[in-house]
């Protein structure tokens, strides 16, 4: 019995496959979990102007902003991939992607704007502030990772075994496998790979997706303020949803490894058309060449 379960939420579509024995029990536990991915919805994504992050955007250069726990710590990932990325990922990329027309109209190129480095978190007080007033937080290089191990979580508790979820495509939480197979398998958009996934999560991250009509890519190198040039993609395995969303965004702006990833966090890098994958990645990855269409995979 597979039950399918979809929503909209922080500008893309989410999707939940479950696997089981009981459609209502399923159902149940799925709403449970499109639940979840709706409160952090209402409290990370900027297309919400009431959520926790647009009043953080909204107060932070003036005042420190008290935030809960759970977006303290998320923070706090953020700013520790910021930090072991070199800048390649930067969760205070808000300014530069409205100066590109990423967040509305494009604004002047003079208009301020600044990353991660003007931001201030204090773990003692769960304070946020910023020290330029061009900061600007904008969790969409992680936040739907974080839905999903949320979800996730949600859907693991209650004791199913095998699940889907996915959001837009290009992040993704696998839970056991469907009966029979050794994982859940996605094939990559650009047709140049294909996952394997067994209690693992992952993310896909290229600059070719959306673009302005200036036709500015919707990556933004946070080391130079500019869109990403380099046409490839990136694709990163993990436990944590949230990892995988932040150093697939890095992966694609740096073009390779950095040295200080985690070891345990998995990835393939494309450039053009050569794949750099990392050891142990071989269970979970595989490179195909183009027009490869050689097995039919399940979603």
Known sequence: MIVRLAL?????????????????????VGEQAVEAIRDEHRR??????????????ASGAARSVTVDRDLFDLLATAAAVWEQSGGAFDAAVGG???RWGHR????????????????????????????????????GGIAKGYALDRAAGVVRAAGVGAALLHGGTSSIAAIGAPPGTEGWRVRLKSGRGELCLRDRSASISAPSGRVTEAGAAHIIDPRTGAPVEVRGESVVVGESGALADAWATALVVTGDRPDRMPPE?????????DWAVSPGMEQAFRALAPGETDRELDR
């Open 8 to 28: 909209d939420a922080m500008g893309t579509r989410f999707e939940l496959v479950l696997h089981g024995g009981d459609e209502f029990f399923l159902r149940a």
């Open 44 to 57: 990370l994504s900027l297309f919400d102007p009431a959520s926790h992050i647009s009043r953080v955007n």
């Open 96 to 98: 530069f992607m409205r």
């Open 104 to 139: 509305g109209a494009p604004a002047d190129a003079g208009t301020l704007a600044a990353g991660f480095g003007a931001v201030r978190l204090d773990p003692d007080r769960l304070t946020v502030a910023f020290t330029d007033a061009g900061a600007a937080l904008d969790l």
């Open 265 to 273: 966090i998995g990835s393939a890098v494309r450039v053009n058309d």
